[in-house]
């Protein structure tokens, strides 16, 4: 009776092990399944770094793990690529493009995130929560870039109506 009790103890331990094991893995899975079908990234692929053709490319690893972090930071404001508390301004590309200082490039997204600016670049933004390094290292900074500007380039509604 005793051995009974412990071989199923250690069953329900083994089966929580494998649970909590794959309930972990399944954001990442997940994020990986979006940016293979959404962003279209099966392999590295090389994105703007800045205005002057500089480019870095960026692997599947990182377009996912750009895109969790966006999930954990960002979307309470910027759902689908919208921006929820200024509806008119987008993260879509021509969005992106039209703002003062253009914010479709790395370097561009990252220093945005770094010192948020309205859009005209007139004056600090309020909207957006400032991202110092010491909150967020620079190669967390940039994979959430790469994500947006990925997602801009190429996802489906991504920062339209259509979402």
Not at 28 to 48: C, G, W
Not at 63 to 75: D, M, N
Request: aromatic content about 12%; charged content about 15%; glycine content about 6%.
């Amino acid at each position: 009776m005793l051995r009974q009790f412990f071989s199923l103890r250690r069953l329900f331990l083994i089966f929580g092990i494998c649970l909590g094991v794959w309930m972990v893995s399944l954001p990442a899975q997940a994020a990986t399944s979006y940016v293979r079908q959404y962003l279209r990234v099966t392999e590295p692929i090389s994105l703007d770094l800045d205005e002057q053709g500089q480019t870095r490319q960026f692997s599947v690893e990182d377009f996912s793990a750009g895109k969790q972090l966006f999930e954990q930071h960002c979307l309470n404001c910027h759902v689908g690529g919208a921006t929820l508390p200024n509806p008119a301004v987008s993260l879509s590309l021509k969005d992106l493009t039209g703002a003062t200082p253009p914010r479709n490039t790395i370097n561009s997204i990252v220093a945005f995130l770094r010192q948020p600016m309205t859009y005209d670049g007139s004056e600090e933004s309020f909207w957006c929560r400032q991202v110092p390094e010491s909150w967020m290292p620079q190669q967390e900074v940039e994979t959430i870039a790469a994500f947006v500007l990925r997602a801009a380039q190429v996802a489906p509604g991504w920062g339209t109506n259509d979402f």
